[in-house]
């Protein structure tokens, strides 16, 4: 598969998905959207594949929509954004939230706009100290977009996602990291070998029930007690017919390493 505007390859149970626009800091434009959808159809398709990174190339991570593509002379037609969003930022924030891998965001460089909140639509988000993460929207008269306005007050509390919302400010790696936004920030020089790693530990990993927890505290937020616990339990029935955890108990009494095969 030949891509413009990402870069995306599969090794050794991992797929590797680098957005690659990096003289724009990696913003969105249609072609680099409908890449991304073609790369998330063919992970999807492969067997092979138990983990994804989303990752940028170049200083940044993401900065979002280009901009270049919404400057609209006086007098012209305005850019109809809810059929952006629509077309594009919805269907990628869901098909991140439901892919059947885990996936890792690995933040390497600015994250602005729907930059930032489609990094937290993965499921483990992990930045390099230099990195920053900006809800740049209301700087352009906008509101937090691509999930922001549902994720940011789970992660962080509604004092904090209105602070970023209304002033747009740079929040660093490390305050993400301690605000509870991503799962922690690594040194810039420890960054790819930390990211990598965890890359192996999640493909090696029990991936149904990965997937599974995922589906189960996402599915906590709009349920009261009584349904999650239903939940949890038809998912543990479910993993419990399954190889990898047949795998993982035979593994435990013989006092060796599991060999999950994400079956
Ligand atoms: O429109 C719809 O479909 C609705 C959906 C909207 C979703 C959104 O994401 S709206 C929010 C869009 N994003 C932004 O508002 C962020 C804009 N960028 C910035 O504020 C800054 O670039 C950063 C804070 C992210 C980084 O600043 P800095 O100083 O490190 O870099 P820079 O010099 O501003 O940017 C480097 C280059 O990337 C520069 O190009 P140049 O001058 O070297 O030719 C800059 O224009 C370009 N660039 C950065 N962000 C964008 C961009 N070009 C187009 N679109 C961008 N979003």
């Known amino acids: 598969m030949a891509f413009q505007h990402i870069l995306f390859e599969v090794r050794d149970g991992g797929a590797r998905l680098t957005l690659n626009r990096p003289d724009r ?37 993401c900065a979002g929509q280009d901009l270049s593509d919404r400057a609209v002379a006086p007098g012209g037609a305005a850019v109809d954004l809810g059929a952006s969003i629509e077309r594009n930022y919805r269907p990628l924030v869901l098909a991140l939230r439901t892919l059947p891998v885990p996936t890792v965001c690995a933040v390497n460089g600015v994250a602005a706009g729907a930059g930032a909140n489609l990094a937290l639509a993965c499921d483990l988000v992990i930045a390099t100290k230099s990195a920053s993460f900006i809800q740049a929207f209301g700087k352009i008269g906008l509101i937090p977009d691509s999930g922001g306005t549902y994720f940011l007050p789970r992660l962080v509390g509604r004092a904090r996602a209105l602070g970023l919302a209304m002033l747009g400010d740079k929040l660093s790696a490390d305050d993400a990291a301690a605000w509870g936004q991503i799962w922690r920030s690594v ?16 493909a090696a990993a029990p991936t149904r029930a990965l997937v599974a927890a995922r589906r189960a505290i996402d599915a906590a937020a709009h349920h009261p007690l009584d349904v999650q616990l239903d939940l949890e339990r038809d998912l543990q029935r479910e993993l419990g017919f399954a190889d990898d955890y047949r795998e993982g108990v035979a593994a435990f009494a013989a006092k060796r390493a599991p060999r999950f095969t994400g079956r």
């Open 187 to 202: 040194e810039d020089a420890e960054f790819a070998a930390t990211v990598d790693t965890l890359c192996a530990q999640l």
């Open 25 to 61: 800091l990696n913003s969105f434009n249609d072609a680099m959207h409908a890449e991304v959808r073609d790369a998330l159809d063919a992970l999807r398709a492969d067997a092979t594949v138990r983990v994804m990174l989303l990752t940028g190339a170049g200083r940044g991570f």
